[in-house]
């Protein structure tokens, strides 16, 4: 790999193209932001490669300037054909570009690189079987899962229903004229007339005279961003015309149509991928090699430079993936398309569980802003409420709705609604790899499980972690996946809040031989306790219990960082800690605590989890959800779980198929492999994990800044 210095460099005199994060990732290069002053440009020497321009912008003729100055190329950006989950002009960075060195590909004036890899291909990179192969399984995936130029659309919405007006028989076709917006780039360089939009909609009226015609309004003009290109006042008064103003999923819009009238809008290609027939009144990149009905006149130059009949897949090949790079959202790095559809199929599994309206109890206002990303899904809506009563007033539905609760104080509304109209309850909690700080500080997380049956700290009920723990079949990649995370997870030293003090074995008096207990307190009052300890459920019976059971051990007691904090209740009398333990960390870094033990007593606390992970062994004096699958020594026993386990598979269950994670950069769903690098970069920038133990000032302060962020300032 190349360092900085050995990469080339780039020029610019746009400051909104050098801000652009991704794009010394997708070019490889150092990008070099220019001033256009004559005489800076006269003093100029520079060791550039090339002038940046973004394609026929009007920008762009400043950076053709400088470059015809500086006597360097010219190289053409512009976004690729598979931008991201959102629109350029709402903000969303693309995760695609392309990099044409000729001209650009929207422009059939003159050739671009992928025109002429189209018409020359002098590699022979097209006829390439494997290149081919890669084509043909993108488009069925993209076709399989909706995905499109820009992905903030349902891929599950049926648009058939739509498309059928009262005046439509079942046998009429179906016609889609495709809107754009006006001024647009690729009209001005696409070979239309001045009058394509009208003859473009006069053909589709007269070829299918007893036909209702859609037209597909632009995302762009939907956002309020842009205005299209039709005449609004003929199109709502003709009677034979319908537009359509919904978001709706460009893929299933044109695989429910017959025929696809287009200026030079890439949902033309789209309908080419899902078999559609295209007629184009321009000249897109996808016309003039046999595949379109083109209706530009054939004198124009384009068609003696366009000369093959390519396949469908080729020119998908060639402008997808040889034309295109692409940057993965997570990671920003280099990728190809694969790794992005499979980005966005990760995306849409969580969107399909979200979809529909959400009636959600319990949360907080500060808890509100976040969890709004964690269960979003394309136009579903989302209602918060704390009173069953609120629900019914504000018009409750029943049809594709779901009732969401955090915590156990809210359960009692929501159950009121669930039994009076037969619907289950969806319980929401933190993850098991949450975040830097406590909760009770307001730390926003990066995990939250979403359970459709209980939830996993209460054993008195079936949950959908244990339902996986007792049926799933776990496969050799996934559990080589689980045994990876694992590593990840103890190489980077990351647990559940990742705060707390170094601590060494050095410190420890223990004797030669002599084992060390860690019992990690807990907050008495959580519902893990009351739900899923039968006889111990106190701190001090968990210690006495543990001293009864291990007098010779050298046992060290951890309170729990919501006791040490002040936040919650679980403190231990001294008297107890004098007779039961031999040390006690109140500050200490879990995983330094976990590293000096060998073994771990507790009631129901994810140390247990963690020291599993570690491969300590565990004493269970509560239920908690890792408890019952051989892997820990159990006072009590839940006889639903028969199941023996390998670690591997209860990490699978319990971080990888039963949380979900967001990447709060983004605002989408991650993998828990890329959450843990979001914890290990912000423990770096802070310096690592910080002390638990603070003044009430510090306290306070800490979680008044949470509160704003979350309230008033969060991104998303």
Not at 58 to 77: D, G, V
Not at 393 to 399: A, H
Not at 524 to 535: H, L, N, V, W
Not at 635 to 652: I, Y
């Amino acid at each position: 790999m190349m360092n900085e210095a050995q990469k080339q460099k780039l020029l610019s005199c746009s400051a909104k193209l050098v801000k652009q994060t991704a794009l010394p990732i997708l070019l490889d290069a150092r990008i070099s932001l220019i001033r256009l002053s004559a005489a800076y440009i006269k003093r100029l020497s520079t060791d550039a490669t090339a002038v940046l321009a973004w394609g026929r912008k009007p920008s762009a003729r400043k950076a053709a300037r400088l470059a015809q100055n500086l006597k360097l190329p010219l190289w053409q950006l512009e976004d690729g054909f598979t931008h991201s989950l959102g629109q350029g002009v709402l903000g969303t960075p693309s995760w695609s570009l392309v990099l044409d060195k000729a001209g650009i590909y929207y422009d059939a004036t003159s050739p671009s690189d992928l025109e002429t890899l189209l018409e020359y291909d002098s590699a022979k990179l097209l006829a390439d079987p494997v290149l081919l192969e890669r084509a043909k399984s993108a488009i069925a995936l993209m076709l399989k899962h909706g995905i499109s130029k820009y992905n903030n659309t349902s891929p599950f919405v049926a648009v058939e229903t739509l498309l059928n007006p009262a005046n439509v028989t079942a046998n009429t076709p179906k016609i889609l004229v495709v809107d754009q917006t006006a001024g647009d780039m690729s009209l001005q360089y696409g070979l239309l007339q001045a009058d394509a939009p009208q003859r473009m909609l006069a053909a589709a009226l007269s070829e299918y005279p007893e036909a209702t015609i859609f037209i597909k309004t632009h995302p762009d003009v939907l956002a309020g961003k842009k205005r299209g290109c039709f005449d609004r006042q003929f199109v709502e008064q003709h009677e034979r015309i319908v537009c359509l103003t919904q978001a709706l999923n460009p893929i299933r819009l044109v695989q429910a149509v017959d025929h696809v009238y287009v200026m030079t809008s890439q949902l033309g290609f789209e309908a080419l991928l899902a078999g559609k027939t295209v007629t184009c009144f321009g000249m897109p990149f996808y016309a003039g090699w046999g595949l379109t009905d083109d209706r530009v006149d054939r004198k124009h130059s384009v068609f003696q430079r366009r000369t093959q009949q390519r396949s469908l897949e080729q020119v998908f090949a060639a402008a997808y993936l040889l034309y295109s790079r692409y940057v993965h959202p997570d990671v920003q790095e280099r990728c190809e398309l694969e790794a992005i559809l499979a980005y966005i199929i990760e995306q849409q599994a969580y969107w399909a569980e979200n979809r529909g309206g959400l009636y959600a109890f319990g949360f907080t206002r500060w808890k509100q802003n976040y969890i709004r990303r964690f269960l979003y899904a394309p136009s579903n809506k989302l209602h918060f409420f704390w009173r069953a009563k609120q629900a019914l007033r504000k018009g409750f539905q029943t049809n594709s709705a779901q009732l969401v609760v955090w915590g156990e104080r809210a359960i009692q509304e929501a159950r009121q609604l669930a039994e009076a109209n037969q619907m289950s309850i969806w319980r929401v909690e933190d993850g098991f790899i949450r975040s830097v700080g406590l909760g009770s500080d307001y730390t926003a997380p990066l995990s939250l499980v979403l359970d459709k049956q209980g939830i996993y700290y209460d054993p008195t009920q079936p949950s959908d972690l244990e339902n996986l723990l007792q049926t799933y079949h776990f496969s050799d990649e996934l559990l080589a996946r689980s045994a990876n995370l694992r590593k990840m997870l103890l190489q980077s030293r990351l647990s559940k809040y990742n705060c707390g003090q170094q601590f060494v074995r050095e410190h420890t008096t223990a004797g030669a031989g002599q084992a060390i207990i860690l019992v990690p307190g807990q907050v008495e009052d959580d519902a893990s306790i009351r739900k899923g300890c039968r006889d111990i459920k106190t701190n001090t019976a968990l210690l006495e219990a543990v001293k009864a059971a291990k007098p010779a051990a050298y046992i060290i007691y951890k309170p729990h960082p919501d006791v040490v904090s002040g936040n919650r209740r679980g403190k231990v009398a001294k008297a107890v800690l004098a007779s039961c333990c031999d040390l006690v960390l109140d500050d200490a870094s879990i995983t330094d605590c976990l590293d000096i033990a060998d073994e771990v007593h507790t009631m129901t606390s994810l140390v247990g989890f963690e020291a599993l992970l570690r491969g300590k062994a565990v004493t269970c004096y509560g239920l908690p959800f890792y408890a019952g699958w051989g892997l820990t020594q159990d006072r009590h026993v839940v006889e639903r779980r028969q199941r023996k386990l390998s670690l591997n598979a209860l990490v699978a269950a319990s971080l990888i198929l039963y949380p979900r994670y967001l990447n709060w950069r983004t605002g989408a769903f991650t993998t828990p492999e890329f959450a843990i690098q979001l914890l290990q970069q912000q423990l770096h920038q802070q310096g690592g994990k910080q002390k638990n133990k603070m003044s009430w000032l510090q306290r306070h302060w800490r979680k008044a800044t949470h509160v704003y962020r979350g309230v008033f300032n969060f991104r998303y």
